[in-house]
């Protein structure tokens, strides 16, 4: 291994100024190297949170206008490396949702701190606040330089050790100009859409995929609460987040005074998701979920947009190295360009920034390009994939349990004994994770990255409390996983009533 000295710094170019682009940016800035982000959409406008979420034509970012999760992982990362930005999104009007904030209130009344329980906290606000201070404060950090409004539309490459070497950029710039870029190194932060599979593809060289549908469509609005109107209790007579087996649901509390609605639909779900697309249809069906009315009834809060949905929701993962040997070199991809995951769990913006600072971590201890790419996916499928393989085998789960109400079941059937003890087995868990406060704090720690998915359940008290809850039966466990709400029939019943009248 060769340790990089000063004048060893990389001229590095980052493709894709989205939140994973801008955090690879401030990984590599910090660490000295001369890093130049290319985005083919415009800057944000000038002004604040508002204008930007309003008035930003976010055109190459499709999830711009959907609400965001930052969770834990990316928070104390952020916070740890970058406090002062920390400070800008305060400034800015984001907020911190804590520990102990999300505990229900029979829980908060006995609650005891725990040493990391600090730790645990979200910041809560519009994507457009974060990507706006964000970039910002990079824009003004390490010299990092972000041409805006310029598309890369090619690469160059040369064949070396029988991979392709990545050499250049080919770029339409701000002024329509075509021209081709030679730097050292190349991050592929170009998201869901990337190109870059299909230009190597054209070279020779192909990267495996992964590729499972989560078969779900994902509808967001956006209201703001009148003045002077206080949040309502998240944990009311419904969680303002839940699943109402053939629906999923979820406020998300942003900055001055915003937050947004999403509901969550199977594909077969037509009725529904016919519905939802609609403005009348969406609020009706947020009226008619106990958990969230509260906050969207008209004596409460303002629609601020329409109703929008996201489709062709899938959990992606790309493989760089076949068979031991590095299929590109001088070229990295992070962030979802490289791995995918639901966003139900929103982890992607997570998983982006702990990809972009494993890289610039290996970049400064190795020099050697193969031995770089090799050293960057072992990282990556030992850091990531149990993230991935954990959210999609919550896909996969949640796909059976959505067929199973569907038919009219009100549990997941299991065809082999094993399924069903598995199936038993996340019941208890899901229900004890909402009572006691140990299960409940191991619980948030997986759900914030804070741990490998499920390492909690290794812990003996943990595994006690949930043989208890495996005891009491699954009919029991799967009744509190559910949030109280209509049934299907009844939801398609008042939709239907709602059309006709
Ligand atoms: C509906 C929805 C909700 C989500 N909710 C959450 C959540 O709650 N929490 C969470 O952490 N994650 C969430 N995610 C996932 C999250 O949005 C992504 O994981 C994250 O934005 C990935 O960041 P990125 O920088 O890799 O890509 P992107 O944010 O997509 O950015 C890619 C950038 O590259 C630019 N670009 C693309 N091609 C080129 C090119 N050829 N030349 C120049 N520029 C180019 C684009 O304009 C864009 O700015 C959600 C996703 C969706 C779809």
Sequence with gaps: MNILNAVDKENIAIVGAGICGLCTALALGSKGHRVTVYERDIPPPEGGAEEAFFNWKRRGAAQFRHPHAF???????????????????????????????TLPPELAATYVPEPGDEKMWLLMCRRATMETVLRRYVENTHGITIANNTSVIGITTEERDEAQAITGLELRTSEGDIETIHPNLIVDASGRTTKFPEWFEKRGCTFGVEDDDAEIVYYTRHYRLHPGEDEPPRHGEARSAGDLGYIKYGIFPADNGHFAAILCIPNHEEELREAVKDADGFQQICLTIPGIEPWVNESKSTPTTHPFGFGDIHAVWRHYVKDGRPQALNYFAVGDAAIRTNPLYGRGCSTGIMHAHLLAELLDEISDPAERALRFNEKTEEILRPIFKASLSDDKRGILRAKSIFEGNQLDEASTLRGWLRAAFLDAVAAAAREHIHVVRGALRTFNLMEKPGDFLKDRRVQWIVLRYLLRGRGRNAESRLQPGPSRLEMLAVLKDTAGG
Excluded: H
């Design 71 to 101: 969770l834990s992982v990316m928070c104390n990362l952020l916070e740890e490396r970058y406090p002062d930005l920390v400070g800008e999104f305060w400034r800015a009007g984001a907020r911190k949702m804590t520990f102990t904030d």
